[in-house]
T-cell receptor, first 116, second 114 residues
Framework: ETGVTQTPRHLVMGMTNKKSLKCEQH?????MYWYKQSAKKPLELMFV???????ENNSVPSRFSPECPNSSHLFLHLHTLQPEDSALYLC???????????????FGPGTRLTVL | KNQVEQSPQSLIILEGKNCTLQ??????????LRWYKQDTGRGPVSLTI?????NTKSNGRYTATLDADTKQSSLHITASQLSDSASYIC?????????????FGTGTQLKVEL
């Protein structure tokens, strides 16, 4: 295991539901990330938190709302999603603040999200 | 625009055979290149990292090469095993004023069969 856990592993929700994805890292890292992985597409960076402050938001729709209450936990709150939001959502963490040169990211197993 | 292209998209080989995966990039200015392995149902795990001055890096049966002049990298897997079945993702880091930006390839899906 990489030291990054995500729950739930699978989630099915309707377009009117509100749900949250949770990520926890046990590595003592300073930066955490949310990625979206769709079939046959590169990973898309959604949000970056460095030392608990959001440092990057890659034009993600407001129906995705991140929260980083401390350096070990990261949430992604979901509401009124669309079917095209169905994907694998990966959380990652890294030792150095986001942007450092040898910024190896350790990924969680992901949450497979299906929006009906 | 920074881009990373990987080939082939998918590959099937017999157990024990070797294979080579390709990664071409147009990322600039270059900082480093990583190869990740992503097993089904899991997140990516880093295999190797190479900076501009390194042209080869090994990790067990995995050997990555980098040609910074032609902006190409390859990942060679020797004596393949069933457990090598996974997606292999090339990730290139670019230096920016605010730090490093990552560009991900779409991955090569490798299947090793008996």
């Amino acid at each position: 295991e990489t030291g990054v856990t995500q729950t739930p592993r699978h989630l099915v929700m309707g377009m009117t539901n509100k749900k949250s994805l949770k990520c926890e890292q046990h590595l003592g890292h300073n930066a955490m990330y949310w990625y979206k992985q769709s079939a046959k597409k590169p990973l898309e960076l959604m949000f970056v938190y460095s030392l608990e402050e959001r440092v990057e938001n890659n034009s993600v729709p407001s129906r995705f709302s991140p929260e980083c209450p401390n350096s070990s936990h990261l949430f992604l709150h979901l509401h009124t999603l669309q079917p095209e939001d169905s994907a694998l959502y990966l959380c990652a963490s890294s030792q150095d603040p986001a942007g450092a040169t040898y910024n190896e990211q350790f990924f969680g197993p992901g949450t497979r999200l299906t929006v009906l | 625009k920074n881009q990373v292209e990987q080939s082939p998209q998918s590959l099937i080989i017999l157990e024990g055979k070797n294979c080579t995966l390709q990664c071409n990039y147009t990322v600039s200015p270059f900082s480093n290149l990583r190869w990740y392995k992503q097993d089904t149902g899991r997140g990516p795990v880093s295999l190797t990292i190479m900076t501009f001055s390194e042209n080869t890096k090994s990790n067990g049966r995995y050997t990555a090469t980098l040609d910074a002049d032609t902006k190409q990298s390859s990942l060679h897997i020797t004596a393949s095993q069933l457990s090598d079945s996974a997606s292999y993702i090339c990730v290139v880091s670019a230096k920016t004023g605010g730090g490093n930006k990552l560009t991900f390839g779409t991955g090569t899906q490798l299947k090793v069969e008996l």
